[in-house]
């Protein structure tokens, strides 16, 4: 694949300005750049999902390109076993022309049809079909999907888990030009090691953007910078970048030092000796010249500054020692996703937690911020404790209609003076205080949700996955203030090194309920872990056989009672029941906006007090919207979690 002469412009920003590059085979290449330079777009031209301005892109007429889309397949098969192994296409086309042939001979014994299912096979098995269903079961294990998962629809998974099954299909299909653009984002540390691993023997071409340093030193054999519209290779990782980068500005600059003093050496002969008949000629000679020189430095024009996020934290008020306390804790919906929690959090300390997926850790953070209840147990912040609590979901605590100083201003209580201030360090400068959070990207609600959080002054942060979306610097700079920070945190974080960065300690989360504090970076939980036999959930875990579902659905210990099972079932039935009743009363609250909105643009702009009066009751229908919308996602989780205890019960 390569790129040629590739034109591509926003309004008056140039995001690629003639930039051509060819990729070479076999290497997992970074790009990089800053936020804003460009890198998605320039996937998304490869991808063929934007035009460019004007050139293209050059591929090999026997290459597959494979990428992550950004959405889930809104069509998938029955179950996600089913719908992983649709991703490898080449052997499903194989397969039903296979059974085409087979049908077609035994309605008639045609000589043709024969020869087609013996080279449809031949192909079959020389593409590994007859291992399509081991290779999938293995990939998705990898990623994060029990046994049980494996017969559910895709259609009953979180968004994050549709989007593992995507990056799963991808993984099958075996392109030979591999394209992800934040692979990390809806992946826990278990699956994040397990992917790493699986990109390193991929034996393609792998271009993918990640803003986790870690994995770009781990994993790149070669670093693309995008900067100015251009396109520059770098041998080696993310680190032998920055030195190789350093290096060429440095010579850079010197060469413009060199040139800047033969300029003026010769503009200082030209306004000595021009006027002079026996210099004249001589004179005229070191004009060029320096015309020259002036193109010449403008050939090494300096990169333009990146614009860095400064992110300011208020020091917060003094706190007791203690600052929280969970005594025998048990979270979770209609049953425990984790109990017997314990765990003391002292003045100043920093916890990150770690564990798989849907075992409780954003959950743990959202009861401790009050935003659903303890099942059983004791939480309790210490006597003059606030907390500010980031969630993973920006619509959790945002209003997507109200602009991103009012929010600001709402949840920091805050004057607007030191809103704007706080603002500016989130590169939010001007106007663009005053857009909509509703249109803002991903990784401008995740600045803003972090302005929200961090302005309150608050004695206990807590922060669920807080680098998703932003860009290296950003998540660097955050991760120096989160240091420097007198108060608590506990955060939540796929980020090696941002977890590394800010930790004192560690909090382990099991997949069975256990949990256990440790001191100390992630490098000191794995060597204490193994000292007191606790399991490193750092490890992927083996992928589970073939033979797995049966085995367990024949265990006399998941085989449940009559009565388990019927209660369950009932649990279950009034959830879905109560979930039926939120859909149909989210979408009268969904006509009730679109009404007021009707009437909003209908008004006269000189009644105020109708207009004031249509804005508030909007308001207030989005906020009711919110809330239901919320409420919806965690029974829906509470539905999930019964069809599994369904499912090792063996009787859904």
């Not at 059983?376 to 979901?393: I, R, T």
């Not at 961090?454 to 680098?467: C, F, I, R």
Request: net charge negative; with cysteine.
């Amino acid at each position: 694949m390569r790129i040629q002469n590739l034109q591509k412009s926003f309004g008056t920003k140039v995001l690629f300005a003639d930039a051509s590059y060819h990729f070479p085979d076999g290497e997992r290449i970074a790009l990089v750049g800053a936020n804003g330079a460009g890198k998605t777009t320039l996937l998304n031209v490869i991808c063929g999902l934007e035009q460019p301005d004007a050139g293209g892109v050059v591929v090999s007429g026997q290459t597959t390109v494979g990428y992550l889309p950004q959405s889930p397949n809104p069509n998938p098969a029955a179950s996600v076993l089913e719908e992983c192994q649709a991703g490898a296409t080449k052997i499903v086309a194989l397969r039903d022309s296979m059974e085409q042939a087979l049908a077609r001979m035994q309605v008639e014994h045609d000589p043709k049809a024969l020869d087609q299912y013996e080279r449809a096979e031949t192909a079959f098995r020389l593409e590994g079909g007859y291992s399509l269903e081991s290779r999938a079961t293995a990939i998705l294990s990898g990623l994060g999907f029990s046994a049980a998962d494996l017969s559910k629809a895709p259609t009953d998974l979180s968004g994050g888990w549709r989007m593992r099954l995507e990056l799963a299909r991808l993984f099958l299909r075996q392109p030979d030009f591999l394209i992800l653009d934040e692979p990390t984002n809806h992946l826990d540390l278990p699956s994040l090691v397990w992917v790493e691993e699986y990109l390193r023997s991929f034996r393609g071409t792998l271009l993918f953007v990640s803003h986790d340093r870690s994995l770009l030193n781990r994993l790149s054999t070669l670093t693309l910078h995008l900067a100015n519209g251009q396109l520059q290779p770098y041998r080696g990782n993310f680190d032998a970048f920055l030195a190789a980068r350093e290096e060429r500005l440095a010579q850079a600059q010197a060469e413009r030092d060199q040139l800047r003093r033969r300029r003026e050496q010769m503009e200082h002969f030209v306004e000595r000796f021009g006027a002079k008949a026996t210099k004249a000629a001589q004179a005229q000679s070191r004009v060029k010249m320096i015309a020259r020189i002036r193109d010449m430095e403008d050939t090494l024009a300096p990169e333009g500054e990146e614009e860095t996020v400064f992110i300011p934290i208020p020091t917060p008020p003094k706190v007791p020692r203690i600052v929280l306390k969970i005594e025998d804790g048990a979270i979770g919906y209609s049953s425990p996703l984790a109990s017997h929690l314990d765990l003391e959090m002292e003045r100043a300390a920093k916890v990150a937690i770690i564990g798989a997926n849907g075992i409780g850790k954003s959950t743990l953070l959202r009861t401790i911020a009050g935003r659903c209840h303890p099942i059983s147990g004791s939480f309790n912040l210490s006597p003059g404790v606030d907390l500010a609590y980031f969630a993973q979901e920006q619509r959790e605590t945002l209003v997507p209609n109200d602009t991103v100083l009012g929010n600001l201003v709402r949840i920091g209580n805050i004057s607007e003076k030191e809103a704007r201030a706080m603002l500016g360090g989130f590169l939010f400068h001007g106007d663009a205080a005053f857009k909509r959070v509703s249109v803002l990207s991903g990784g401008e609600k995740s600045r803003v949700g972090l302005a929200c959080a961090l302005s309150q002054k608050a004695g206990l942060l807590l922060l669920d996955e807080p680098t998703n979306h932003l860009d290296m610097a950003s998540v660097e700079t955050l991760a120096a203030s989160l240091d420097d920070y007198e108060g608590t945190v506990l955060f939540v974080s796929h980020d090696r090194n941002f977890i590394d960065a800010i930790c004192t300690h560690v909090f382990a989360m099991l997949p069975d309920g256990r949990s256990m504090l440790f001191p100390g970076k992630l490098a000191d939980y794995e060597r204490l872990a193994a000292v007191a036999g606790f399991p490193n959930v750092l490890k992927p875990q083996e992928p589970e056989s073939a033979a797995a579902p049966d085995t367990k659905a024949q265990s006399p210990k998941t085989t449940g009672s009559h009565q388990d099972v019927k209660e369950v079932k009932r649990q279950r039935q009034r959830l879905q029941t109560q979930l039926a009743k939120l859909d149909e009363d989210n979408a009268n609250l969904r006509r009730s906006l679109a009404n007021l909105e009707s009437q909003m643009a209908s008004v006269d702009s000189a009644d105020f007090s109708k207009t004031a009066d249509l804005h508030k009751a909007h308001q207030q229908t989005q906020e009711q919207l919110d809330a239901s919308e919320l409420t919806w996602l965690e029974v829906a989780e509470e539905i999930e979690i019964l069809s599994a205890k369904l499912a090792a019960l063996g009787r859904d």
